[in-house]
């Protein structure tokens, strides 16, 4: 017998699936050799470690495609194929590899599609009693508009086995449903599509590594932005900063049963929607995410590697591991805290809007961003900071922040604005904005929308005197014509525009060190961990 | 000199993507092999270059001159190597130069000067250097405000292109057909440069783009690693473009004057590492014009690296620190130095990945702008084989030539979709082909060589023959057909019996042995994969190269 196992690669870069999924891919092929196997990849994306011929024991030069694989799986008389690392491509072509009679490592294809295919996956969480949104898949426009009726509207509407939330959108009305649904069910033709109740509340999510018997989750990541912006496009801090430790243990105990139940040997995400102290499961993905390099750096616990050794048959007990929330501090399974951790690291989004002409800016359940950035420090509001410095939003002090906001983001934004006035930033605000900031003793210079006349607030953008501008798009409608000609006028002149108020608390939060960087700290990230004795 | 510090790119942006995490993390490695301590600033965690194993010491912290001066007075580097972090990394070291930060703390940088940098960059220099060392540049002006932009609206030759000096990608460029949009880009494009520079010089819209990767070393040693030419005539972003290599339409008077004039663009520089030439070749005659020159290691030598098998970084890095090209080692043959210019014996092809499946309302036409995201390439030895293998691996809806959207467009706008270059625009030149255009009806309106056209018309001639059941089965598999494509092309009335082989990339066309298991698949007899199975290779060549 052949010692050989292909790792499948993710193809080329696109938004949804970026160079966090090659690196994945590379330390699979690592672990593999520490196992003494001989490690080979296919892959056809050449800007990649993967595809350096001097990451594995055989590079295959080629696209990760069903008959490519299996040709390379037939020649080399491989063991079996890793298909958990290489995204959603990978992860596709588990079940048509397994039915041409190729052995799949680590997790199998009938409990990937128990995750991925979503009447199965309403069963098994109902048969757990694990909550999740009302809704389900539906096959037609009728039967789409009997699920939005009987869950009440919004609903979110988005196709089944894609990546990147692709056509995913969140709908108000009956009347939208139709073009909606329509572009969902072309995104990926012949499977269903799903509809579900639309919960805004807090979103945080977990890795989780198993044996299929014991689970490990190396860290709860809390998102920035609420539900309704897509999870590679929030902020996300590790550990969590509001999330209660009821909450936090219901994740980690949800989280450790789907392991179970679905016998997943190797790596899983699981997106949360939490309400008070009640925890939503929104969608399990059975395979490594986009979470994984940043978690591995941060926790300490190589994820890649015991997640491979796993897949191989190693417990996760024999790689000195249990059940449980991995604690940094402590370098051990622990209990979730609320207490002031070692460090944060915020992971922030990065867009390329300025190269793309003509596309709408503003933040939503379709993923946008090409990149991330991590910002890492003792304490949160200075790991904020560098966040978001390091993603692009850098501006000097002084020059205007203009705000018009939704009227339902128009209470925090009284707040956002005493900090901006008090770090020395002049208001300019659109009329609903400028009214209630007057109500509440705040000044601001007037500006009007386009539409509305003169002084336009396109005269701040373009004239320089702009240097940010939070701008909230109205609910169920993202893209008026008017509020997309002021974000891309933003882009184009180069003027930082946040278009969700979460985005701008956490702004508003490390303002101070905009003023004042030194109150940050510069050293190599191990340090941040080692000096409260966390890495191993 | 113990201690380096390399800048990387930060996160993945359009123009900026995973190249340089391979770069980057060869660049490590490689200094690593030569004893010395290195330490990373990147603020991009989802890289192989920031794991802790890569470096002596990696800081995941903000690009920004503030933080690389921070990370500099604690580590207090002896050297700085910036031509590995991409546009990013560059410019970075260029203000840390210019701020007089490395001479306060005493780092060197290491290896192209900063002259030659800015010599290559700074577009007004560039062309009084290509003057003086009489290599032809296009006709052009530099502006730097708005008020110099007004003076020349009258002056240009239109369609002009815009190209700000100093951004990623390309940013803020575009090309320009009347005096009003040359007015609204440039004023855009000078927002948008580091430098508020501007270079607007006559189109050469039509003419053939080709590529060139040079490496040379302190002593003037300079070697061309692979050349490349673009599907996509003059217009297109590289970036954008479909790209083979090596070149395949032009003489080999022409591969030789371009080669020539590239080492001596590299020379006249004093580059020392890898480097990028562009050049525009006139399909008609034997005139050529340099466009620019990267003076670091960017997309295109990721790609001349994966294509030949030459690891450019890793040379690069070691370039930069005082070894010459006859000392380097090629670690794919293990038995020859950096010094052999690389032989290809097949055809590479790549195709850019871009994002308007996700962004429907953006704009798809193609110009000096890049919009892909990514990129994949495949190698066979047919041009028809690699392009088929491309596609197929692009994860696309389309996996072959056939493109609904196309079929279904009456001919006039077919012609239309033909001649604006878009990121689907392959598809259309293809459904032309198939409604029985000539080439030269199709090429009039791209502009691209008759060459490729010829060979889609050959992927498109199997094409019918499978829809009709024709048994051509074997005819389909080399030119790039895979079996279950077959299958569903002719109705599963034509079923493909596979004779692939793997093929190795050992950079000399089997001229030398070589032991580096990188490996392609094509149609053939002899396979290069199982040999090196267990038992080492053939001591003679399969074949040799004279």
Redesign the interface.
Same mark, same amino acid.
């Given at each position: 017998m052949s010692d050989s196992i292909l790792v499948l690669g993710s193809?080329?870069?696109?938004?949804?699936q970026?160079?966090?999924f090659?690196?994945s891919c590379?330390h699979c092929v690592w672990a593999l050799e520490k196992l003494g196997y001989r490690a080979l990849i296919i892959n056809?994306?050449?800007?990649?470690?993967s !595809?350096?011929? %001097?990451t594995g024991?055989?590079?295959?030069? $080629?696209?990760? !495609?069903?008959? %490519?694989v299996l040709?390379?799986v037939r020649? $080399?008389g491989c063991l079996g194929v890793v298909t958990q690392f290489g995204g959603q491509?990978a992860i596709n072509l588990a079940a048509p590899l397994a039915a041409s009679g190729v052995k799949v490592l680590g997790t199998q294809p009938e409990a990937i599609a128990m995750a991925e295919d979503r009447e199965q996956f309403d069963e098994l969480l109902t048969s757990l009693g694990i909550p999740k949104p009302a809704g389900r898949a539906v096959r037609s426009l009728a039967e789409a508009k009997g699920v939005a009726r009987e869950v009440g509207y919004p609903v979110l509407v988005r196709p089944s086995f894609v990546l990147?939330g692709?056509a995913m959108e969140i709908v108000y009305s009956e009347e939208q449903l139709g073009g909606f649904y329509a572009e969902a069910e072309d995104a990926n033709p012949g499977q269903p599509v799903l509809v579900d109740q639309y919960l805004l509340g807090q979103e945080a999510e977990v890795d989780v590594i198993s044996d299929g018997v014991d689970a490990l989750v190396p860290g709860i990541m809390e998102h920035i932005e609420r539900a309704g912006v897509h999870s590679g496009d929030s902020m996300a801090v590790f550990p969590p900063v509001n999330l209660s430790v009821a909450v936090q243990e219901l994740m980690v105990d949800y989280a450790c049963r789907i392991a179970r139940a679905l016998g997943v040997k190797g790596l899983m995400n699981i997106q949360f929607i939490i309400q008070g102290e009640k925890v939503f499961v929104l969608e399990v993905n059975p395979r490594a995410s986009?979470t994984v390099?940043?978690l591995s750096?941060?926790t300490g616990v190589k994820m890649v590697q015991v997640a491979t050794n796993c897949m191989m048959g190693q417990s996760l007990a024999s790689q000195g591991y249990k059940s449980g929330l991995w604690n940094v501090s402590t370098q051990d399974i622990g209990t979730p805290t609320l207490e002031k951790a070692p460090f944060y690291a915020v992971?922030a989004p990065?867009?390329?809007f300025?190269?793309?002409?003509?596309?709408?800016p503003s933040l939503g359940p379709?993923?946008?961003s090409?990149?991330?950035?991590?910002?890492?420090d003792f304490e949160y509001e200075a790991a904020l900071y560098?966040a978001l410095?390091?993603?692009g939003i850098?501006f000097k002090p002084g020059g205007y922040v203009i705000l018009t906001v939704t009227k339902d983001d128009k209470d925090k934004t009284v707040g956002i604005a005493r900090k901006l006035l008090a770090a020395g930033y002049k208001l300019a605000a659109t009329p609903g904005t400028h009214t209630r900031l007057k109500e509440e003793g705040i000044e601001s210079h007037l500006v009007m929308k386009i539409q509305e006349g003169s002084p336009s607030l396109l005269e701040l953008i373009f004239n320089g005197e702009a240097s940010l501008m939070i701008n909230t798009p109205t609910v169920g409608e993202q893209?008026t014509k008017e509020a997309k000609q002021m974000r891309r006028a933003c882009i184009?002149?180069?003027v930082v525009c946040i278009t969700s108020i979460d985005t701008a608390e956490a702004v508003a939060q490390a303002l101070h060190l905009f003023a004042r960087?030194e109150l940050s700290n510069?050293?190599?990230?191990?340090e941040y961990l080692k000096q409260r004795g966390s890495l191993r | 000199m113990k201690k380096i510090l390399v800048i990387g790119s930060?996160?993945?942006?359009?123009?900026q993507?995973?190249?340089f995490?391979?770069a980057g993390?060869?660049a490590c490695k490689s200094l690593r092999e030569e004893g010395y301590s290195v330490v990373l600033i990147n603020?991009?965690?989802?890289?192989?270059m920031?794991?802790?194993e890569t470096a002596d010491?990696?800081?995941?912290?903000?690009?920004?001159v503030?933080?690389c001066e921070?990370?500099i007075a604690?580590e207090r580097p002896d050297g700085l190597l910036p031509t590995l972090g991409g546009q990013t990394g560059l410019n970075l070291a260029t203000q840390l130069a210019q701020q007089g930060i490395l001479q306060k703390y005493n780092v060197t940088l290491l290896g192209t000067p900063l002259s030659a940098i800015q010599k290559a960059e700074d577009r007004q220099e560039f062309r009084a250097l290509m003057r003086e060392i009489k290599e032809p540049v296009p006709e052009s002006w530099i502006v730097e405000n708005e008020d110099q932009l007004a003076e020349i609206l009258d002056l240009v030759p239109f369609p002009c292109i815009i190209r700000p000096a100093y951004t990623l990608?390309g940013?803020?460029g575009g090309i320009a057909n009347t005096r009003e949009e040359l007015w609204e880009t440039g004023r855009?494009g000078l927002?948008?440069s580091m430098r508020s520079q501007l270079m607007i010089e006559r189109s050469l819209l039509g003419w053939k783009e080709v590529e060139y990767e040079v490496m040379r070393d302190k002593k003037g040693n300079c070697i061309t690693i692979c050349n490349m030419e673009n599907f996509d005539p003059m217009g297109v972003h590289t970036g954008d473009s479909i790209v083979v290599a090596p070149s395949q339409t032009l003489s080999d008077i022409e591969y030789h004057m371009l080669r020539t004039a590239s080492l001596k663009i590299i020379r006249a520089l004093g580059i020392e590492g890898g480097c990028n030439v562009q050049l525009a070749v006139n399909p008609d005659s034997f005139d050529y014009y340099v466009i620019e020159v990267n003076p670091r290691v960017s997309?295109s030598s990721?790609?001349a690296?994966?294509?030949t098998?030459y690891?450019i970084a890793r040379v690069s890095a070691k370039i930069a620190v005082g070894k010459t090209l006859d000392e380097i080692e090629n670690?794919?043959t293990g038995t020859t130095m950096a010094c052999f210019e690389p032989a290809l014996d097949y055809c590479i092809v790549?195709l850019p990945?871009w994002?308007f499946?996700?962004?429907a309302?953006?704009?798809r036409t193609l110009f000096t702008?890049?919009?892909a995201?990514?990129?994949?390439?495949?190698?066979d030895r047919t041009f028809e084989a690699a392009l088929m293998?491309?596609i197929?691996?692009?994860?696309v809806k389309q996996k072959d030539l056939r493109h609904a959207k196309f079929q279904a467009q009456a001919d006039e706008e077919l012609g239309e979709s033909i001649r604006i270059p878009t990121d689907e625009r392959m598809w259309a030149i293809a459904e032309g082909l198939r409604r029985g255009w000539t080439v030269d009806a199709v090429r009039k309106l791209c502009r691209v060589d008759r060459w490729f056209l010829v060979k889609m018309q050959n992927i498109l001639a199997i094409e019918k023959q499978l829809q009709s059941g024709e048994q051509v089965a074997e005819q389909a598999l080399k030119v790039g057909y895979?079996?279950?494509?077959i299958l569903e092309l002719s109705g599963g009335r034509v079923v493909a019996q596979?004779h692939?082989v793997?093929k190795m990339?050992d950079t000399c066309a089997s001229e030398f042995e070589s032991q580096?298991?990188?490996?392609?698949?094509t149609q053939g007899t002899e396979?290069e994969?199982?040999q090196s199975?267990g038992t080492p290779l053939q001591a003679t060549p399969v074949f040799s190269v004279t």
């Open positions: 193809g080329p870069i696109r938004i949804g970026g160079i966090e090659d690196y590379v056809n994306n050449p800007e990649t470690v !595809t350096d011929f %001097d024991d055989g590079l295959y030069f $080629e696209p990760v !495609t069903h008959d %490519d040709r390379v020649s $080399e491509t990147g692709r986009r390099p940043f750096k941060i992971k990065v867009f390329s300025q190269k793309l002409a003509k596309v709408e379709e993923m946008k090409t990149g991330e950035i991590m910002g890492i560098k410095i390091a993603s850098h893209s184009e002149s180069g960087p510069c050293m190599p990230y191990t | 930060g996160p993945i942006v359009i123009g993507a995973a190249e995490d391979y993390t060869q603020s991009n965690p989802a890289t192989i920031t794991d802790e010491a990696v800081y995941i912290e903000p690009l920004t503030e933080f921070r990370v604690r990608g940013t803020g855009k927002k948008l997309r990721a790609l690296s994966k294509a098998g690891p670690p794919v790549k990945r994002p499946d996700k962004f309302s953006g704009d702008q890049m919009k995201t990514g990129e994949v390439m495949a190698i293998k491309a197929r691996g692009l994860e895979s079996p279950s494509q596979d692939l793997y990339v580096t298991p990188y490996y392609y698949a396979d994969a199982t199975l």
